[in-house]
T-cell receptor
Framework: QQPVQSPQAVILREGEDAVINCSSS?????VHWYRQKHGEAPVFLMI?????EQKGHDKISASFNEKKQQSSLYLTASQLSYSGTYFC???????????FGGGTRLMVKP | KAGVTQTPRYLIKTRGQQVTLSCSPI?????VSWYQQTPGQGLQFLFE???????NKGNFPGRFSGRQFSNSRSEMNVSTLELGDSALYLC???????????????FGPGTRLTVL
């Protein structure tokens, strides 16, 4: 089953913060976050593993609540370059494949 | 390092035809996954190959198939094309180590398939 992302879309001014959520009905092993700009391929942002290990960027952070099977992506002091569609991909305990959410469209305006 | 390459970038076919798409992974990556992206369904997993073996398959009909060669290059084939197969087909490679789950996916630019 596909994870559910919220919100579906968000508009920000430069410098504002945003939170994107990803919820799954399955027990998760990992959550992956990708950003896709229009006409381009998705680009890796972050992996969060069961057990708390996190990899990613300094200016973009994320959390993984294993009990609730939820992950949140935090974008602070947004920049114009943050615009794009953000996807979470979840790997359940059966493993070895990613199921992507429907995406969150983020637009940052000057 | 060169990124993931996919050929062709654009393709127009008619219903009933078949199509083969190609993907060359990043050098050293042995895992190749294929995804279908459409506005309505989003990003959907098709299948994954590792060391010439299909490790996982998504929920797609048997018309969708793939293979991986000894140099890790991969092809996917769609037979008897339907209008609904129009989509962006993305290939992603990863450096998968034994015992790991899904590693970082490095996506190619995709092949835009239009079925008329």
């Amino acid at each position: 089953q596909q994870p559910v992302q919220s919100p579906q879309a968000v508009i920000l001014r430069e410098g504002e913060d945003a939170v994107i959520n990803c919820s799954s009905s399955k027990a998760l092993y990992s959550v992956h976050w990708y950003r896709q700009k229009h006409g381009e391929a998705p680009v890796f942002l972050m992996i969060l593993l069961k057990g708390g290990e996190q990899k990613g960027h300094d200016k973009i952070s994320a959390s993984f609540n294993e009990k609730k099977q939820q992950s949140s992506l935090y974008l602070t002091a947004s920049q114009l370059s943050y615009s794009g569609t953000y996807f979470c991909g979840t790997e359940d305990m059966a493993g070895n494949m990613l199921t992507f959410g429907g995406g969150t469209r983020l637009m940052v305006k000057p | 390092k060169a990124g993931v390459t996919q050929t062709p970038r654009y393709l127009i076919k008619t219903r009933g035809q078949q199509v083969t798409l190609s993907c060359s992974p990043i050098s050293g990556h042995r895992s190749v996954s294929w995804y279908q992206q459409t506005p309505g369904q989003g990003l959907q997993f098709l299948f994954e190959y590792f060391s010439e073996t299909q490790r996982n398959k998504g929920n797609f009909p048997g018309r969708f198939s793939g293979r991986q060669f000894s140099n890790s290059r991969s092809e996917m084939n769609v037979s008897t094309l339907e209008l609904g197969d129009s989509a962006l087909y993305l290939c992603a490679s990863s450096l998968l180590l034994p015992g790991q789950g899904v590693d970082t996916q490095y996506f190619g630019p995709g092949t835009r398939l239009t079925v008329l």
